[in-house]
């Protein structure tokens, strides 16, 4: 049993010392960096203008033309209001009728999109994984890599992702390879890979659990041989709720038909801004450890809180997510420790931004008496450079 108010007083001397390193190191940060987060800070700072930017970069892709991409400035920011960035005020500005042609109004905004995008999405072509991979490891990082764009629609694009999958983790592998003696210490496989199960098939459907956890297993084995010969982690990523339980049971399903081919390949994802994230939980490390599955858990706090919240509210239903976050943030804690605790059958990677959490599970591994093996961290790309 952890002494909780030495937990609390160690958990709080950690996040001290994790917030002067962080000061010191943003003060080495890029421009871009810096430019990139007050950018983030405006639309934080303003729920209406942060709508604004979100739903014109939603539709920005599919504006084919200057024209298109003038006209929906206009629409979307019909003043150029102080609280925007300098670049997309300077966008709206110009894209009045008159003032530059739209050629040019899609040239600045299209920059300041690129920009954007380019802190948060490490490359955009398998070609530059190298590259990727040996950036990271200058830094003592090892990467999870994870296709954007996952959503799909017909089984020729599910092919595709499968396909893509495959080359991904050899691209990774041969780089990795290549890193000699400058390969970076890790938790476990240094190659890790994060699929989202409803890219593994159009019709990813809990109307039809087992057909659909057929279909994505299917898709997915080439990707889980593949892993195997590169010794890499494939991880089930968490989408929607009610997505949650299909993907337990595609997982479950492929624990139980690999047996121990399946131990150091493959990983799960637990969202502790679900209600019902800790029953949840004991369920998966009850049969983890009825089969003696040694399994990687990724504990993260959620990433589709909103449309959790606005779909419950549109069925007028009870969410499925934690109303506030100082809840989440509990319960992020108290799954820490519960992961934690399960080692040696469980690696736990604690996927946060937020100093609290991650000295949290720090001091809860020290009083566990852990290896550090037992325990990484991930943050998002571009988003824990400090």
Request: glycine share 6%; aromatic share 4%; with cysteine.
């Amino acid at each position: 049993m952890i002494d909780s108010r030495l937990l609390e007083t160690r958990t709080q001397a950690i996040g001290r010392e994790l917030f002067a390193s962080a000061r010191a190191a943003h003060a080495h940060l890029s421009v871009l960096n810096r430019w990139t987060a007050q950018v983030l800070n405006w639309c934080l700072a303003d729920p209406a203008l942060k709508s604004s930017v979100l739903r014109f970069l939603d539709v920005l892709p599919s504006l084919d033309s200057p024209q298109a991409i003038a006209r929906h400035v206009r629409e979307y920011f019909p003043s150029a209001d102080s609280r925007l960035p300098s670049a997309l005020r300077l966008g709206v500005t110009l894209a009045k009728p008159g003032l530059l042609t739209a050629g040019a109004v899609a040239g600045i905004v299209g920059q300041l999109v690129r920009q954007v995008a380019q802190q948060f999405i490490a490359e955009s072509s398998p070609e530059a994984v190298p590259r990727l991979v040996d950036a990271m490891a200058e830094r003592g990082r090892t990467c999870s890599i994870d296709l954007l764009g996952e959503q799909v629609l017909g089984e020729t694009e599910a092919d595709q992702y499968s396909a893509q999958c495959q080359a991904l983790l050899a691209a990774v592998a041969s780089a990795d390879a290549a890193l000699g003696d400058r390969t970076p210490r890790s938790c476990g496989p240094r190659i890790n890979l994060s699929v989202k199960p409803s890219a593994l098939t159009p019709r990813f459907d809990p109307i039809s659990p087992a057909d659909s956890v057929e279909r994505a297993a299917k898709r997915l084995a080439p990707i889980l041989r593949a892993a195997e010969k590169h010794g890499a982690l494939v991880t089930l990523d968490m989408e929607q709720y009610e997505l949650r339980d299909l993907t337990l049971a595609l997982a479950r399903h492929l624990l139980a038909q690999a047996g121990g081919a399946a131990r150091t390949r493959l990983g799960l994802v637990v969202q502790a801004y679900l209600r019902d994230a800790e029953p949840v939980t004991e369920e998966v490390l009850g049969w983890i450890s009825a089969q003696h599955q040694p399994v990687a858990i990724r504990l993260v706090k959620g990433a589709y809180w909103d449309h959790e919240a606005a779909l419950a509210a549109q069925l007028r239903r009870p969410a499925p997510v934690l109303a506030h976050k100082a809840q989440t943030d509990r319960a992020f804690e108290q799954l820490t420790a519960r992961l934690l605790g399960a080692h040696p059958l469980v690696t736990t990677a604690i996927a946060s931004h937020n100093i609290r959490s991650i000295a949290h599970a720090m001091a809860c591994a020290e009083a566990m008496g852990l290896e550090k093996g037992q325990l990484e961290f991930q943050v998002l790309y571009g988003m824990g450079d400090a």
